[in-house]
């Protein structure tokens, strides 16, 4: 099993263009989440899809979507991005719903916007 | 809401010293409680979890212990490894909610 993977592991764009960040998981995971990870500040929720067929706002989903396109994958589109969005993203997966599921990451998406 | 504070780093110590990183939350109800890992340039890994009050989560050597009355999830590991040098996160999930809250991280060195 590959677990979460996620493409591509580095990014840099300038201010303005859009790009779509892919995860997918091999586990038949029913949940996914996208996370943002800034320095000194922990990880913060995007967006996260509960099952197949449904998402939902995290913390701080401005100037992002997502699609859940099957079971298997949940992607994160940038429609125009700003520096702000300079970050390291990860995407996870958790079996379901209970507090008591963990969740696996992914490697992790280096995106610098300029 | 629910928050997760962690000790300020960074944290360097010599191989086999005695490792606690302090880890408090505040949350309703009775959350689960995670400790991670990342590796430099990897992913987050879970390393040990407890998920109601006294539970103890061990791992690699790691421990911590699920202390409802003072509101902490220290982790603690008795002779630390070079390769333990990591960042390490704590973490909640309250019943019935989707997120994880994270705390700060902590980044531990570990000189030889």
């Known amino acids: 099993n590959a677990g979460v993977t996620q493409t591509p592991k580095f990014q840099v764009l300038k201010t303005g263009q859009s790009m779509t960040l892919q995860c997918a998981q091999d586990m038949n995971h029913n949940s996914m989440y996208w996370y943002r990870q800034d320095p000194g500040m922990g990880l913060r929720l995007i967006y996260y899809?509960?099952?197949?067929?449904?998402?939902d706002k995290g913390e701080v989903p401005n100037g992002y979507n997502v699609s859940r396109l099957n079971k298997r994958e949940f992607s994160l589109r940038l429609e125009s991005a700003a520096p702000s969005q300079t970050s390291v993203y990860f995407c996870?997966?958790?079996?379901?719903?209970?507090?008591?599921?963990?969740?696996?990451f992914g490697p992790g998406t280096r995106l610098t916007v300029t | 809401g629910n928050s997760v504070t962690q000790m300020e780093g960074p944290v360097t110590l010599s191989e086999e010293a005695f490792l606690t990183i302090n880890c408090t939350y505040t949350a309703t109800g009775y959350p689960s409680l995670f400790w991670y890992v990342q590796y430099p340039g990897e992913g987050l890994q879970l390393l040990l979890k407890a998920t109601k009050a006294d539970d103890k989560g061990s791992n690699k050597g790691f421990e911590a212990t699920y202390r409802k009355e003072t509101t902490s999830f220290h982790l603690e590991k008795g002779s630390v490894q070079v390769s333990d040098s990591a960042v390490y996160f704590c973490?909640?999930?309250?019943?019935?909610?989707?997120?994880?809250?994270f705390g700060q991280g902590t980044r531990l060195t570990i000189n030889p």
């Open positions: 996870a997966s958790s079996e379901g719903t209970t507090a008591a599921y963990e969740q696996y």
């Open positions: 899809s509960a099952s197949e067929g449904t998402t």
């Open positions: 973490a909640l999930r309250s019943q019935g909610a989707q997120k994880l809250v």
